[in-house]
């Protein structure tokens, strides 16, 4: 792969764009028409038996320090990805001037997690009206500890699709997850689109929010942790592509459904956040 300069600080991402490199190169074949025919008539063979939850789900997450995906030696490591760039665990895909994408679906969960220094690891997740989230509520710390001495994580998922994301003109669904010092910009994320108003036959609505293209970047901070990468997140302009709005509303109803299939641990793996 080329090399490159160090990539901070992080440019503002624009939606047309928006560098992103992958870690190996793609080869495109042209394809003769009468296999396209072939082809598009046996649409989806061979994947019959395929249900979500056979899929892997793709995460859009900031590269931090001690992730694995920056480590060499790491089988999760990805080539040319530096701290504070946004990557899809799936595709290895990453982004160097951030990356745009359409909100299909908001949901606020509260994760557990055995603590760290009990090793740490996953438990489940509870919706914020569950009984063990009213009756978990924040010490003096700002943590939820339960009775088991897990701690429940107040966490952000946003389900999107993802603009162009590797080239080739196709737009594809990922999982954004924001906890912690993240929940600062989701909280601005939210407001912004819930404030967005159009009009209508002399009447002004709330569109729907995927009628509005997000780009996300990253910006560096400090906290008594130490120094991480935050999101930086704006509303770009108006959802313009048909197709692009009708995947969208689409993957809408497929997350208010219900109809995702996705493991119950819809959040990015790692460590308990800062």
Known sequence: MASRKKATPKKK??????????????KTTAVVPSMVDQMAQEAGAGSENVRPEDLSVPFLSIAQK?????ED???????GLEEGMIFNNVTGQFYEDGVSFVVCHYDKVFVEWITRDEGGGF???HDRTSPIVKATPCNDDGDRITQDGHILVETAIYHVIVIDEIGDDMHR??????KSTQLGPSRGLTTKLSQMQMEHDGKRFTPPWYAYIVTASTIKQKNDYGVFYNWRLEIAEQVQDEELYAMARA???????GDLGVPQDTTEKGNVPF
Request: hydrophobic share 35%; aromatic share 8%; with cysteine.
């Open 13 to 26: 991402a624009t939606p047309k764009k928006s560098k992103s490199r992958a870690v190996a190169n793609r």
């Open 66 to 70: 001690m992730h694995p995906q920056l």
């Open 73 to 79: 030696v790491n089988p999760e490591y990805i080539e």
């Open 123 to 125: 438990i489940g997740r």
């Open 173 to 178: 669904p990922a999982v954004i997850s924001m």
């Open 251 to 257: 993957f809408y109803k497929q997350c208010s459904d």
